[in-house]
Structures are given as C-alpha cells and as structure tokens.
C-alpha cells in the first residue's frame, strides 16, 4: 500500500513540474495476449518496437501504432523467433517504413520467420544482428546496451535478445523469452543493480525471473506480457511469488490490457490502475 502511495505521489509531483508529453519516454507494452510487442516512443519522437506478437494479432499492433501517429519505426527488434514475438512483424514491414531489423543471428525455418526476412527484403529493411556487448544510442541521453545472447544456441528462448534501455538515471530491462541460464550468464557478466524497470522473461514462465536474478537487479517495477487464462499457467505463481518477495510492483497485460509507463528520466509511473 505504502509503495502504491509514493507512486501515486510522484506521478503528482511531476505533473506539477511542468514536465510535459514530448520530454518524456514512453514504454507501451501491447496486450497482444499471449505474445510481446513493446512500443517505444522517446522525447524526440524516436520509434522502437520490440516483437509484434502471433500472426493472429498482427492487426492489434498495427492498429496500436497507428493510434500513437507512427508512421516510422527507427529500429525493430525481434527478440527470437518464435511465432508468439515475431508472427506479426511482417505485417508491421509492409505497412510502415522501418528503418532497420535487429535480430539474433539464427535462421530457422518457419512461416512467420521467412515471412518477416521476406519483408525486409522486399522493402531494403537492413538486417543487423546483436550479440553480447553491442550498444548504440537511440536518442540524446538514450542508450542500449545488449546483454544475451553470447553465442547462438540451439533453443529459440536462449538465443533471446536482453538488452538494458538507460535514459538519464533510469534504467529499463528487457529480456524476450529469456531463461534462467540467460539470467545467470547476465549477472556474471555485468553490474545491473541500477535496474529500475522489468519486463518479465518468458511471460512469467517459472524457468525464469529468479531469486538470484531479482537479487541482482532490485527492479521497483516490473511488467508481464500474457493472454488471459493461456494454456501454459502463465504466469507461474513462483514467478509471482519472486516478485512480491522482491517487493517488486508487477503488472501483467493479462489483467490490466495496454499499459503504458511514462519517465523523465527521474521517476518511472503509469496512469494504469495496478490490479
């Protein structure tokens, strides 16, 4: 209740600022049920979408971007292959200008993988791909930094793109279907205990977001991508369990649909009602 009220109480304090629309980031996390898409918008009107959930959703997330008035999608990233985060983003190729793929460099043979590689040919989208270590800005005071994969792997999950968003004093964490072993090599590697925001791995999945990795990372606020009542019990309630014991404040698409997380770069808040 009492960490309901501080955010209740920043989200004041920044409207009394002054702190207006265009000098904020915005991470919208779609509800394409049981799939990522992650929009983000930044102060100066740069574009990254994160997946674009299962073919049958593409018509969500179209519909979505259009709303927000995006017309161009600087950079695009498929976190993995599987259909759940990249069956929609072909749709999302031939209808807006995308300005570049960034993916892990692993081919598969699928529908929904071909189908987007079909895409960016069609239309010159470059494709680059990420591994451990690369980093480049987005936006002034924006950068990316790609934690995972280190190598690619025969699971479509441990080949996932993680990668951390900072802007200004804030730092935001995205992970894919991360698992745990991702999540180990991650805080063997680096220092991450600035994280500030969490975008659950593998919608919840109980072979991710573990203790060791909440330890770690002390994130105050955390967001779960999943379809209501999915056939795979996501999320598992030892996630759960994880988070609450982590005193971490979990939204999930599942319960609350589109959520949006607005920050100056100081404080991360969200006008969603937490449920």
């Known amino acids: 209740m009492r960490k309901k009220f501080f955010y209740i109480i920043l989200i004041i304090i920044t409207l009394l600022s002054g702190c207006g629309k ?4 915005e991470v919208h996390i779609i509800d394409v049920g049981q799939g990522d898409s992650i929009l983000i918008k930044t102060p100066n009107s740069k574009t990254l979408l994160i997946d674009g959930g299962t073919n049958e959703s593409e018509h969500i997330v179209k519909s979505y971007l259009k709303k927000q008035k995006v017309k161009i999608i600087d950079f695009l990233i498929a976190t993995h292959p599987d259909s759940d ?3 929609g983003l ?3 190729v031939n209808k807006f200008n995308v300005k570049g793929l960034y993916l892990p460099e692993q081919t598969i043979t699928s529908n929904s993988y071909n189908d987007l590689i079909s895409a960016c040919n069609q239309k010159n989208v470059p494709l680059n791909y990420l591994y451990k270590g690369d980093n480049f800005s987005i936006d002034n005071y924006i ?3 790609v934690l995972s994969p280190s190598y690619i792997q025969d699971d479509n999950n441990l080949n996932s793109i993680v990668f ?5 004093n804030k730092s935001f964490l995205f992970t894919g279907d991360a698992e745990s072993s991702n999540e180990s090599d991650i805080i063997n590697s680096f220092n ?3 994280i500030d925001f969490l975008k659950v791995g593998h919608h919840g999945s109980k072979s991710s977001t573990t203790s060791e990795f909440l ?3 002390t994130p105050d606020v955390a967001v779960i991508s999943c379809g209501y009542k999915n056939q795979y019990g996501h999320p598992h309630n030892a996630t759960l369990k994880n988070l609450k014991d982590h005193n971490v404040t979990t939204y999930r698409t599942d319960l609350s649909g589109d959520i949006v997380f607005y920050s100056n770069g100081e404080i991360i808040y969200t006008k969603k009602k937490y449920k």
């Open 85 to 87: 985060h990249i069956g």
């Open 215 to 217: 330890d770690e990372t």
């Open 192 to 194: 991450l205990e600035d």
């Open 164 to 168: 951390k968003l900072s802007f200004k």
């Open 143 to 145: 950068n990316l930094f």
């Open 22 to 25: 265009n000098s904020l980031l």
């Open 90 to 92: 072909d749709a999302v």
